[in-house]
């Protein structure tokens, strides 16, 4: 995200992160990512379920894709450094506004699952070109 910061600014857009640890783990994980936007802290998952964010289970550990996802992560330079407090929460992606309307969701179905920022800027172009010409729709899922 941090390479398409300034499309993001030119679009308005804020971004936020939200993660289940506690403040200590997110400082260091803001720190080791570099992320320089919000990074809020859910401990209790109130977040999570309410964007019906699923689990994984133990089985999930040996499936194919999330080898791959291992192997990605790795290659990029990530390291996992602990469990932390739920290591089986998988993630989300999700774009809100203006007002009450949803723009883009994205439900992490495997570990390491990350949108590209190239595919949530062009969501939300889309998104902006319906609005300016009056139309609506369902946000882009993937």
Known sequence: MRDHASEFDRRSVRLAAIGLGDLRHARGFREEAKIEFPLL???????????????????DLFRPRNFAARSRAK??????????????????CFAFGPGDIDRFSAVGTTFGEVVPAATLLGALASS?????????ADPPKL
Not at 75 to 92: C, D, E, I, S, V
Not at 128 to 136: D, K
Request: glycine letters at 16%.
């Open 128 to 136: 902006e070109a319906l609005r300016r010409s009056g139309l609506s």
């Open 75 to 92: 290659a990029a330079g990530h390291r996992q450094t602990g469990l932390g407090r739920n290591p089986f929460q998988l993630g989300g």
């Open 41 to 59: 802290v859910d401990e209790k998952r109130v977040a999570y379920r309410a964007a019906a964010l699923k689990s994984a289970g133990l089985l």
